[in-house]
């Protein structure tokens, strides 16, 4: 994996990096929107021209202004380290607009990199008008490409030139690679540390972080291997409070981190310790088992309270006072700025997706129901009571139950968390992995 190239996409804002790189992948993966300062972070996209792998990597909006943004700063930083790594570099700039003054600063700055620097002119939507292309000559990086990210024009030739000299890599196909991987995505309210803990996961600056909320805008894909195991974590946008009014950007976050969780293998709900179950927590924690999500929580910022067994107690009897079924899914403490006890979640991870592929034969099951629940069947509440002829496991991940039963109308909440507890404490937990259980009656025992 670590041998794929990277090509880096710059510019000053606005010119169309993440149009330009949602027309090569073929869907609205990247927010746009007319406004600079979108992209706030290094996202990585998956490739495949011409059998050739490699990622794309799509910049925050350089300013060089005097007066920076508060973030701008680190959004430098992290551009200046990609720069770096890329094997390929494209300088997209804005046809319309010609050579603008931060066009030259930003060709300044790449000068050290200019054997690996292509220039591409954006938003020539006429193919025929070109006839002040010749005009970013003066950049001094060659011969530019004329594309237009809205329609496609001119992309073949800039793919073709992007992987000019390229190796031959391991991997037969970067994207169908990255579908493979354990999905993991990182969700939370704004500024509870979810760009630090990524940082501090993979031990390196990949998510730009600031004290002020919002920061990331976009979901951050990064791949990370730990030992044997293979992971694509996804640093989402928090859900602000008022997400019911939001709009542009800020809604297509939150729509983005809402299909982000659906799929998702495995989802981390951080929260911290200082201000411990607000409101927006809550609703994410909805979100997740309404997904049906295998998940873990992990509370952040635990150097900032007292850091006692009992004030863990209580914080853990709070969240699963609130929400019983938390009792089955692991609470981690620690801290992303200290790198405390990261370790257990690098062990509970496997341990968790070990269990959600697990299978449990239909005469484990049926066992299950004669030692188990026939013996222990809750008392009626209707007059007749519910029989379970019998259960097949129809899938893992989440785990999918069905029940025969003499009359499924029978079958109440309390009745579905008698039973789903009962084959916990038979099965063994399930720790972290989300049971579904469905009943069907009788006359569908063939289906």
Known sequence: MKKIPQVLIIGRPNVGKSTLINRVLGVRKSITAPEPGVTRDVLARPITWNCM???LMDTGGIFFSKTKDFFQAKIEKSVQTALQKAQKIVFLTDYREGVQPLDKHIASMLQPYAIKVVVAVNKID?????QDINNFRS??????FPVSAVHGNGLGDLLDEMIKGFPKQEVA?????????THISLIGRPNVGKSSFLNAMINEERAIVDEKAGTTRDAIDVYFSNG?????FIDTAGISKKIKFAQGVDFFSFVRTKQTIINSDLVIIILE???FLVDQDKKLIRE???NKKNFLLFVNKW????RTDQNRQLLEKKARDLYPQLEHYPIIFGSALEKSNLHTIFKTIPQILDVANQRITTPQLNQFIEKVVRKNSPPSKYGQQVKIYYATQVSTSPFLFVFFVNNPALVKEDYKRFLEKRMRAYFGGFEGCTLVLEFRGKENRKH
């Not at 950049?139 to 530019?144: A, D, E, I, Q």
């Not at 150097?303 to 007292?306: A, G």
Request: glycine fraction near 8%; hydrophobic fraction near 35%; proline fraction near 8%.
């Open 273 to 275: 310790a200082p201000n």
């Open 288 to 290: 997740v088992i309404k």
């Open 303 to 306: 150097d900032l309270v007292e």
């Open 53 to 55: 792998d490699f990622l």
């Open 173 to 181: 196909n970067v994207e169908e690679f990255y579908q493979k991987l």
């Open 228 to 232: 044997q195991e293979e992971y694509l």
């Open 139 to 144: 950049l001094g990086f060659g011969t530019p």
């Open 126 to 130: 006429d193919p025929g008008d070109r």
